[in-house]
Nanobody
């Protein structure tokens, strides 16, 4: 079993920055493909960003490209999401997700096996 522990989130104003972190624990794999999704009230869960392993490539939703950066700490099973220039439409619950390592890029929720609890990010206008 894999556990994902997230930290970060909160309430900020438009244009501010936040950093989310997610640490994976468990013995199934030493590393995982990891990603971030978000879900706003009344909307479906949507892809935000992903990083592949062992070949590290990053992918972003068009709505966050050039504002958000996903990074993976290779020494630890940890992934972060740096969010800059936040906008009210970024308001959502943000979920960390993980799956078995693969150089393939995944962006749909049902392609990930493990999920974090989801910190709230609220951006006020």
């Amino acid at each position: 079993q894999v556990q994902l522990a997230e930290s970060g989130g909160g309430l900020v104003q438009t244009g501010a920055s936040l950093r989310l972190s997610c640490a994976a624990s468990g013995r199934t794999y030493s590393h995982y493909n990891m990603g971030w999704f978000r879900q706003a009230p009344g909307k479906e869960r949507e892809f935000v960003a992903a990083v592949t392993w062992p070949i590290i490539n990053t992918y972003y939703a068009d709505s966050v490209k050039d504002r958000f950066t996903i990074s993976k700490d290779s020494a630890q099973n940890k992934v972060s999401l740096q969010m800059n220039d936040l906008k009210p439409e970024d308001t959502a619950v943000y979920y960390c997700a993980a799956r078995s390592p693969s150089g393939t890029y995944y962006r749909f929720p049902d392609q990930f096996d493990y999920w974090g609890q989801g910190p709230q990010v609220t951006v006020s206008s």
